[in-house]
């Protein structure tokens, strides 16, 4: 391979590749935690390509975070906000009702659709908003796909008294109209960005330039963890409490830990909050679904650890959608939350050691575990997180169906990240299943939906 | 990276580089170097090197060619615009190669390529280089790879004898621009203000800070680029850098008026070059 790159340290020496000396192994010999894994390289991936211009802003931004993380006072002002503003700790439901389209296997969901805003984005939001109030930064810019994350920057902006400008592709924000009122309601700035495929990816793009020309005064709060560091360690940060909690709450209602743990993957910010509870509990699965989109086979999909080869896009080196010459190429997902060619570093290495597996869910069986779920217990989930339903559903069929002779199904324990609520998605979802008049207005947004 | 041999001199040592000798026979001549950007492909293959040419025959010291990148972030919209042009009608990567070679086959300027890092990275560093080396090429502009994570690129084998163009910024501490003039060959790229390319209609003060800076950390040559766009600017910018950069007036010359605006155009910013006797 050509394209593999050597990691340089922290201190600026040359470290070899942990992928070829067997850190799997050294994982589940005990010998080393995969926890709270510092940055800037995870493995081979990670890093900081990023224009010399932005090197200052970021070296401050860690500096900053290193010392917050350490701060009494800074993570007792994150668990105030969290327990009082954002509702936490979110529940760990059992869904038996849906358990029985997984194999029979008992199946538990954590809530994170019921936090303030509706889905995890809120514990990374507030914590970056923060740390922006923190530097002294009085503006925030952020990028956003469907609009959880620009509805949540907005959110956090609002709270802490910050200007919040939200850079979203033109054509998510005709499909995503009612999220583009409700960040202007949050006195937020919305910004349609028509460069390029006018996507998620492009919305990035926009945000940086505004970043490199207005950083003195403003802070890039990235909505996933990828990026440059310290970005996907430090969104991880904010995100571990997902996996904290559903570790303790499962042990309490269970009193054992997890077969497995299903998230959906688009840059990976729920999935590896979740993650990181379990990393050193080598019992526990852990298993990532990508937005497989048509199929992919098909090439329109958002499958980048499945199909993608490592690259560099936004700052880190990471599994990429990228073609011969190296151009990214354009994603395609039903879930518009999903649709990004990149997935986070930390992802990325996990694949390569074969702590977590990466697995593609089309939009047909997404939108089959939307309905189940919807119907099943009285949740309507988000797209995005409907991948990680119908990964469930596989997950849950392949351990009943591999039981030892004395084991039942139930015997099995599989959490799902329930990582948003569905009310954004519920004119896509009607015009999906085709329940809406011809002539209403919904159904116009809803085709225009479907031609994502 | 303390496995790399690096001198504090580095840009001193013009040996071999011809970017290095390109500014330093415009300093000769009593000139400050002018750098003229185009995208490769725009707005086709043929035409690219004809304005490229245009740009070496109307006073252009050397040319900076640049690959259409799907995701150019240090672009302002109107390189943005030609690129994503370039693309849509069907530019590859290799093709830079062919233009880079149209241009250093007729002229004897110097050629550099700017280039996002995925790219290279994708082709593989060694055999990217090589490849420019065999066209002819001078090195590569790097906006958006830094010198920490430039380790393969860095150990490029000398016999290609190519520069390496880094950039340094308004926000750039000391201790970097130390890493970063040691880790260039040719020259370094000053960048006048805090963000991305696109005329302005004056370059910030911030710019000779930059320059001075980077001389005082040891750098033999210095241009400065974003947003110049007149005679009266590089004039400006020559009585205290090396070379100035030149990129989206050019660009905008040769979406509006083909190559003869491009050759107009540059012929107007090489009447801000000669230097004043002092």
Not at chain 1, 35 to 64: C, H, K, V
Request: net charge negative.
């Amino acid at each position: 391979m050509t394209d593999t790159h050597q990691g340089t340290g922290p201190d600026g020496t040359g470290t070899p590749d942990p992928i070829g000396d067997g850190a799997a192994e050294a994982f589940l010999s005990h010998d080393r935690s995969l926890r709270n894994a510092p940055g800037p390289y995870f493995g081979s991936y990670g890093g900081r390509w990023m224009p010399e211009s932005l090197i200052a802003a970021i070296d401050e931004l860690q500096e900053t975070f290193e010392q917050a993380r350490a701060d009494p006072e800074f993570t007792a002002q994150i668990a105030e906000l969290n327990r009082n503003y954002a509702g936490r700790p979110s529940l760990l439901t059992e869904a038996k009702s849906f358990a029985e389209h997984c194999g029979g296997v008992r199946v538990f969901l954590k809530r994170e659709d019921l936090n303030h805003t509706g889905s995890h984005k809120i514990n990374n939001v507030l914590g970056q908003a923060l740390l922006a109030k923190r530097m002294g930064k009085t503006r925030i810019i952020a990028e956003t796909g469907a609009g959880q994350h620009g509805v949540a920057s907005a959110t956090a902006a609002a709270l802490l008294d910050l200007e919040c400008v939200v850079y979203m592709g033109a054509e998510d924000t005709r499909r995503q109209a009612l999220n583009v009122a409700r960040m202007q309601l949050l006195g937020a700035t919305v910004i349609p960005v028509t460069n390029g495929s006018q996507t998620l990816k492009d919305a990035i793009n926009d945000a940086l330039r505004d970043w490199v020309a207005n950083v003195d005064t403003t802070h890039y709060l990235l909505g996933t963890a990828a990026g440059a560091h310290p970005f996907p360690a430090m969104v991880r940060f904010f995100h571990e409490v997902i996996g904290e909690e559903a570790r303790e709450q499962i042990l309490e209602q269970t009193g054992r830990l997890p077969d497995a743990v299903c998230a959906c993957v688009g840059g990976g910010s729920n999935a590896i909050g979740i993650f990181h509870g379990f990393l050193d509990d080598p019992s526990v699965a852990l298993y990532g679904f990508e937005a497989g989109g048509e199929g992919v086979e098909t090439g329109r999909h958002a499958a980048t650890i499945t199909l993608g080869r490592p690259g560099v896009l936004h700052g880190a080196r990471s599994y990429l959608m990228q073609d011969e010459d190296g151009q990214t190429m354009e994603s395609h997902s039903i879930s518009a939350g999903l649709d990004y060619p990149g997935v986070g570093p930390e992802h990325a290495y996990l694949a390569d050691i074969g702590r977590a597996h990466y697995e593609p869910i089309t939009d047909a069986e997404a939108m089959e575990a939307f309905k189940v779920l919807s119907r099943s217990e009285g949740i309507i989930p988000a797209i995005e997180t409907a991948h990680a339903l119908a990964g469930a559903m596989k997950i849950g069929r392949r351990l009943a169906a591999d039981l030892g002779p004395d084991e039942r199904p139930s015997d099995r324990v599989v959490i799902v990240s329930l990582s948003g609520r569905g009310d954004k998605d519920v004119a896509t979802a009607a015009g999906y299943f085709d329940l809406l008049p011809d002539d209403s207005a919904e159904q116009e947004i809803a085709e225009e939906g479907e031609q994502l | 990276m303390t496995t790399q041999p690096s001198s504090p001199d580095t840009t001193s040592g013009s040996s071999g580089s011809k970017a290095a000798a390109a500014i330093e026979k415009a300093r000769g001549e009593g000139r400050t170097a002018l750098i003229g950007y185009l995208p490769a492909g725009f707005p086709d293959v043929p035409t690219s090197i004809e304005a490229g040419i245009a740009l070496a025959e109307n006073g252009a010291d050397l040319i900076e060619i640049g690959i259409p990148y799907s995701d150019p972030v240090m672009d302002g919209h109107v390189i943005q615009e030609a690129t994503v042009e370039a693309l849509a009608q069907g530019f590859t990567v290799p093709q830079i190669f062919e233009v880079v070679e149209g241009i250093t086959r007729r002229t004897d300027a110097a050629v550099l390529v700017m280039t996002y890092w995925n790219p290279v990275m994708r082709m593989g560093v060694r055999a990217f280089a090589e490849r420019l080396a065999a066209a002819g090429g001078a090195g590569l502009i790097t906006p958006d790879l830094v010198p920490d994570e430039a380790a393969e690129w860095l150990e490029a084998p000398e016999e290609f004898g190519l520069d390496r163009v880094f950039l340094v910024a308004p926000s750039t501490s000391q201790k970097r621009m130390q890493t970063t003039v040691e880790a260039s060959r040719g020259f370094v790229y000053a960048v006048s203000v805090m963000g991305v390319t696109g005329a302005r209609t004056s370059v910030g003060a911030a710019a000779q800070a930059v320059v001075d800076a980077a001389h005082g950390a040891g750098a033999d040559r210095v241009c400065v680029g974003l947003g110049v766009s007149s005679s009266a600017q590089v004039r400006e910018i020559g009585a205290y850098a090396d070379g100035v950069i030149v990129g989206t007036a050019l660009v905008a010359a040769l979406r509006d008026g083909g190559v003869p605006a491009v050759a107009e155009l540059t012929r107007e910013l090489s009447t801000g070059t000669p230097r004043t006797a002092a």
